[in-house]
């Protein structure tokens, strides 16, 4: 059974840096998102990609943040300049249609940020 | 605004018991309501959803209902076994087109053998 991945696992980055969170969903989706989870805490939605465009975003997604699908392949979550409150599970999900459909997640990047 | 309540945060049940989790949503317009479980350091999977054209689903031990006009919804899993331990999530669509998903608190279902 297809399953979105999401590289890498675990990322230790100091506070200033940029990063780069990996994402390859599942092949025939066509939305995609990216979602995050404070440790204890709930997955909270940071933004939705369609169309190769940001299709919505969340409070949290500031000029900080970017997404991008380079190819046809990969979704990526970039962070320009990481913050201590960065430190999170980051989940990628991606779904064959958009409103009502299901999503699957990936198995998240956990990064931390000293 | 949008918003999910998840109730209760911590649920401790004796093995073969019945586990009830109930959440309410604030936004009338939400038409999809899934379920997911969450071990330690994976990824949320689905267990079961339900949409807003029906009142209940069942799949094995695990049944979800749906009150629409309280903006309730409820997962409730029958027979409770160790490996059912977990933190279990809840989630609404919106109105939104792009499909983002509300989460609630999380529940902490511990099953004691």
């Known amino acids: 059974e297809p399953e979105v991945t999401q590289t890498p696992s675990h990322q230790v980055t100091q506070m200033g840096q940029e990063v780069i969170l990996r994402c390859v969903p599942i092949?025939?989706?066509?939305?995609f998102y990216w979602y995050r989870q404070i440790l204890g805490q709930k997955v909270e939605f940071l933004v939705s990609f369609y169309n190769n465009e940001i299709s919505e975003k969340s409070e949290i997604f500031d000029d900080q943040f970017s997404v991008e699908r380079p190819d046809g392949s990969n979704f990526t979550l970039k962070i320009r300049s990481t913050k201590l409150e960065d430190s999170a599970m980051y989940f990628c999900a991606s779904t064959r249609a958009g409103r009502g459909e299901t999503q699957y997640f990936g198995p998240g990047t956990r990064l931390l940020v000293l | 605004g949008e918003n999910v309540e998840q109730h209760p945060s911590t649920l401790s049940v004796q093995e073969g018991d019945s586990a009830v989790i109930k959440c309410t949503y604030s936004d009338s317009a939400s038409n999809y309501f899934p379920w997911y479980k969450q071990e330690l350091g994976k990824r949320p999977q689905l267990i079961i959803d339900?949409?807003?054209?029906?009142g209940e689903k069942k799949d094995q031990r695990i049944a979800v209902t749906l009150n629409k006009t309280a903006k309730h919804f409820s997962l409730h899993i029958t027979e409770t076994q160790p490996e059912d331990s977990a933190v279990y999530f809840c989630a609404a669509n919106t109105n939104s087109n792009t499909g983002k998903l509300i989460f609630g608190q999380g529940t902490t279902l511990q099953v004691k053998p």
């Open positions: 339900i949409r807003s054209n029906v």
């Open positions: 092949s025939n989706h066509l939305y």
